[in-house]
């Protein structure tokens, strides 16, 4: 495969960027080259870098005994969409944990210290009822999670949509700040990119919407935080030849969250990687037409975007996935520290393991055939988050 011909350049620039040896880095791309053929070929070769089974320490020596803790115990989480399922269950209809409650039982069982919030609704027949989004289900759950030694760090929660903020949506808006305190989160987000727009004219609106809503946040001792998914590590869409609706269509080669972060205060607005998605976007997004007409490459380095910017991450997703070339997006989602991704590298180069704080993350771990099985991935999750070890990388 042409991609990854030493005589171009590209496969070394590649493998460097990645910090893979070659031997590594050139039997991973033969084992995965068929079907690469029918990938973006250049962008192939990021997603297959890490080599499944490498830098989870759960291979060989299981991450035991070797070097420290890359997770402090304190800092290990969950976002609770993991196991919605579990905390929709009915209680009257089954053995098995089932809302809020009975769930905090079972992951502080398992070792975990931290959840994020998806969301404040339950089972209907679960203790406090369906719906905790108020001053007092808060409390309620508070007491909950100081009963299991659970402490909260977030929530995917409501960012109002409408800009100018209307009335109504500040209000809303200020009333999850006071929940947000009652439960004693540090910080406060949604699930959803800024904009889904490509170009420069809408992140710059949605930049001054949330400079002026981590202001209020701030005021209230909140970190507002924007989660993110792959499409916003595309390339901004800034200039070139103008569309007949006056839109520009070519690229600097500044990736749109990464313009984001250049436009918003860093004391008001604050991210969450999702480290899955950074790396499909890895995968999907690694050249664009520049504002010449030319192509060019730039691969995208998690790692790095974060490394530069780290204070702006308080927050991650720890989600894996295993490489899959046919899918178009270069992963598919597994139990975490069971794919390729190498946290093990990840963890050890963004550092500032103190301040971090990842959240297991499977959105597919709920089954309608296994009832216990996304908790069951929530226990592997946590056993092998536990398990990486700082070394050498």
Not at 13 to 39: E, K
Not at 240 to 258: N, Y
Not at 278 to 303: C, I, L, M, S
Request: charged share 25%; with cysteine; proline share 5%.
């Amino acid at each position: 495969m042409t991609a990854f011909n030493d005589e171009s350049g590209t496969g070394d620039a590649l493998r460097r960027t990645l910090g893979v040896d070659r031997r590594r880095f050139l039997s991973t791309c033969t084992a995965v080259g068929a079907a690469a053929i029918a990938a973006p070929v250049i962008g192939a070769s990021p997603a297959f870098a890490s080599g499944k089974g490498h830098g989870h320490g759960h291979d060989n020596d299981h991450g035991h005994g070797k070097g420290h803790d890359l997770v402090p115990a304190g800092k290990r989480g969950i976002i609770l969409y993991t196991v919605r399922d579990a905390t929709g269950r009915d209680p009257l209809a089954s053995d098995l944990p089932s809302g809020f409650r009975e769930v905090f039982k079972q992951l502080a069982r398992y070792g975990y210290k931290q959840v994020e919030f998806a969301g404040y609704g339950q089972h209907a027949n679960a203790p406090g009822g369906n719906n905790l989004e108020s001053v007092a289900g808060a409390k309620l759950l508070r007491s909950w999670l100081d009963e299991y030694g659970l402490r909260a760090q977030g929530n995917h929660g409501f960012i109002p949509g409408s800009w100018p903020l209307s009335t109504p949506d500040l209000d809303t808006f200020k009333r999850h700040l006071e929940i947000a305190n009652i439960l004693g989160m540090d910080h406060m987000g949604t699930g959803g990119d800024p904009t889904g727009s490509s170009y420069r004219a809408d992140w710059d609106v949605a930049a001054d919407k949330w400079n002026a809503l981590g202001a209020i946040a701030r005021r209230e001792g909140i970190k507002l935080y924007t989660h993110n998914h792959d499409a916003a590590y595309g390339f901004l869409l800034d200039g070139g030849p103008l569309d007949a609706q006056g839109r520009p269509t070519r690229s600097s080669g500044i990736r749109k969250l990464e313009y984001f972060l250049k436009r918003t205060d860093p004391k008001n607005v604050w991210l969450e990687m999702d480290i899955f998605w950074a790396h499909v976007a890895q995968y999907k997004f690694h050249t664009y037409t520049a504002h010449d007409g030319k192509q060019r490459e730039n691969v995208f380095d998690p790692a790095k975007l974060v490394s530069r910017n780290n204070k702006r991450y308080p927050l991650f997703h720890a989600k894996d996935g295993t490489v899959n070339a046919t899918n178009g997006m270069g992963y598919d989602m597994v139990p975490f520290g069971t794919g390729d991704i190498d946290y093990t590298k990840f963890f050890s180069r963004v550092g500032q393991k103190n301040y971090h704080n990842p959240m297991v993350e499977q959105d597919n771990a709920p089954s309608s055939t296994v009832p216990s099985q996304s908790l069951d991935y929530a226990k592997i999750g946590y056993d092998n988050m536990a398990a990486l070890r700082d070394r050498d990388c």
